[in-house]
């Protein structure tokens, strides 16, 4: 699929790279995110995707963060640690269902070989009734259904119905395209000897098709592939206009619908992170110097004012908010493994303390077990709290190595209301006030000394 990117002009102008297989969920979320205006490529991995954002070629990096059955995206999570120079501007949700469905072209071949002379110049098959009959008549020839890492732990328990049927069950291979996949399968068990010929009738303006077979292809079993139902119908001209029939009618298409919903009634909802690039931080020179001060205080750390200022990212997060969107997320790493690391479970603790919602993910994948916590704020007074967290997990004895890897304001809400903290607005003033007198006490201290020749 080419990327409309020009090596000459206007390099990655308005493109957005997305992660997942070309006609997936996540070019649907690109589409939703540019309300179907931008250009769009696909990326393999998150961190392909992150990588053509930073390097310029694209203007926006869509990344699946979360779904409700698979949960976090770790691989995506460890991009956002790893990558530096990018903003989270919004997330975007995406729903799906997966359908079983057989490729075209077997349908086709069996149409042609049991009524050949049916079939019509519309490409559709004339005397093959678009009804359940139909759908369930195709459903026994099933032999083999070709099923993704995704669709087996989505689908499950249908999938395990349709072994009982005696369907072999087949995975893909990591890293293929299931919708290629299955259209090559379904052209690879096609008669290679069959020939079809076609005849124009210049008095009625029909064409007639002949098809010729040597072997008995009407015996022949089908193939079938669990796709994404956006993906089975890329092509499809018309649904049926009875949506309660549940199946779809024959059209122009690479698939045909055999069944509908395997994973059960409900969408599978799928967020993603729509991520540009950041642009630099200016800082005052006074507060560089303030920071030189009273950074090493632990109750004032400069990265927490960075971001709990008026003019902060957290601010500007709830100041960004469109339609529906009422809460802010905010991601933060934390080391919870290596010499001299306090129990990742204190942090837990803290955030809870402040009254905040949040999720928690330990990633295995590295020696350090990064660990990211989605935090939730309801409202501004919030952020002073979320300040509180911050100053605590950036305490360098604990350990942690602490890094905010982004906040975004969001539509969705986390599971579990816990009580908003009642904050004391003057005991963080009186931190401050302590320290600096201390500061001043001791400078004063030590020049009264040096005075009197110490």
């Known amino acids: 699929m080419a990327d409309g990117f020009d090596r000459n002009t206007n390099r990655g102008k308005g493109l957005i790279a997305f992660t997942h297989e070309e006609h997936g969920l996540g070019a649907k979320a690109a589409q939703n995110y540019s309300n179907s205006t931008a250009r769009s490529t696909p990326r393999s991995t998150p961190a392909d995707t992150f990588t053509s954002l930073i390097s310029k070629h694209v203007d926006t990096a869509i990344v699946p963060i979360e779904n409700d059955i698979g949960g976090y995206n770790t691989n995506t999570l460890l991009s956002l640690i790893d990558f530096k120079g990018y903003e989270i501007k919004k997330d975007v949700s995406s729903q799906d269902r997966y359908v079983l469905a057989v490729p075209y072209a077997q349908v086709m071949e069996l149409s042609e070989s049991s009524f050949s002379s049916s079939f019509s110049k519309n ?11 139909t759908q369930e008549a195709l459903r026994r020839r099933i032999s083999s259904v070709f099923v993704s890492s995704d669709a087996q732990s989505r689908c499950g328990p249908a999938l395990d119905g349709l072994r009982a049927e005696g369907m072999d069950i087949k995975p893909i291979p990591n890293g293929a395209d299931p919708y290629r996949f299955g259209v090559k399968t379904g052209f690879d068990s096609l008669d290679r000897d069959r020939i079809i010929e076609t005849h124009h009738s210049d008095a009625t303006g029909d064409n007639m098709r002949v098809s010729k077979m040597r072997g008995s292809n009407y015996t022949k079993s089908l193939n079938a592939v669990l796709l994404p139902f956006d993906q089975a119908t890329l092509g499809m001209r018309s649904l049926n206009a009875e949506e309660t029939s549940k199946h779809v009618s024959f059209g122009e298409s690479d698939y045909i619908i055999i069944e509908d919903r395997l994973e059960g009634e409900q969408d599978i909802n799928t967020r993603f992170l729509a991520v540009g690039r950041a642009k630099p931080n200016q800082i005052s020179l006074g507060r560089k110097i303030a920071y030189t001060l009273f950074g090493w205080t632990p109750y004032w750390r400069p990265e927490v004012a960075e971001y709990t200022k008026r003019s902060g990212p957290l601010h500007k997060a709830f100041n960004d908010r469109k339609g529906d969107e009422k809460n ?4 933060i790493k934390a080391s919870s493994a290596g010499r ?12 809870a303390k402040q009254g905040l919602n949040y999720s928690i993910v330990p990633i295995a994948d590295r020696p350090d077990v990064p660990t990211v916590f989605e935090v939730e704020l309801k409202s501004r007074k919030q952020i002073d709290y979320l300040g509180d967290v911050l100053e605590f997990a950036f305490r360098d004895h604990h350990g942690w190595k602490a890094k905010v890897l982004g906040m975004y304001p969001t539509s969705s809400a986390m599971i579990g209301n816990k009580p908003a903290k009642v904050h004391n607005p003057f005991i963080r003033p009186i931190y401050i006030t302590i320290a600096t007198g201390a500061i001043i006490y001791a400078v004063v201290e030590y020049v009264r000394f040096k005075m009197n020749g110490g």
């Open 123 to 133: 490409l559709t098959v004339g005397n093959l009734p678009r009804d359940m009959q």
């Open 328 to 331: 802010i997320r905010v991601l």
């Open 340 to 351: 001299n690391v306090t129990d990742i479970s204190a942090l837990s603790r803290e955030i």
